[in-house]
């Protein structure tokens, strides 16, 4: 498998989360990374993309301050801490990854994992 996404559950808004997306073996050394989602209805959206080598990091503004992107590399895992958690973060969330930065961040990258749902909501 290239990419599995987990952590995705039910939380009340104002709660967290965190995201996992483990990768194959060194995948974090030569791809960069990044999650997407999709709600109900809606097109799929950048949540935020990190760059490799350099680890440059891209959120989009409705994340921002919220939304922390990391990655370790020995342990070949991505994840996404989602804090401050709205309804309006309900979707299923995708990890993606690609050899070309500029593909991660317009979405168009060749590998995506399967998706984890997150549920905000009281």
């Known amino acids: 498998v290239q990419l599995q996404a987990s952590g995705g559950g039910l939380v009340q808004p104002g709660g967290s989360l965190r995201l996992s997306c483990s990768t194959s073996?060194?995948?974090?050394?030569?791809?960069?990374v990044g999650w997407f989602r999709q709600a109900p209805g809606k097109e799929r959206e950048g949540v935020s993309c990190?760059?490799?080598?350099?680890?440059?990091?891209s959120y989009a503004d409705s994340v921002k301050g919220r939304f922390t992107i990391s990655r370790v590399k020995a342990d070949d895992t991505m994840y996404l801490q989602m804090n401050n958690l709205r309804p309006e973060d309900t979707a299923i969330y995708y990890c993606?990854?690609?050899?070309?930065?500029?593909?991660?961040?317009?979405?168009?990258?060749?590998?995506w994992g399967q998706g984890t749902l997150v549920t905000v909501s009281s």
């Open positions: 993606t990854k690609d050899s070309d930065w500029g593909k991660v961040v317009a979405g168009k990258a060749d590998y």
């Open positions: 990190i760059s490799s080598p350099e680890g440059s990091t």
């Open positions: 073996e060194s995948t974090l050394d030569y791809y960069s």
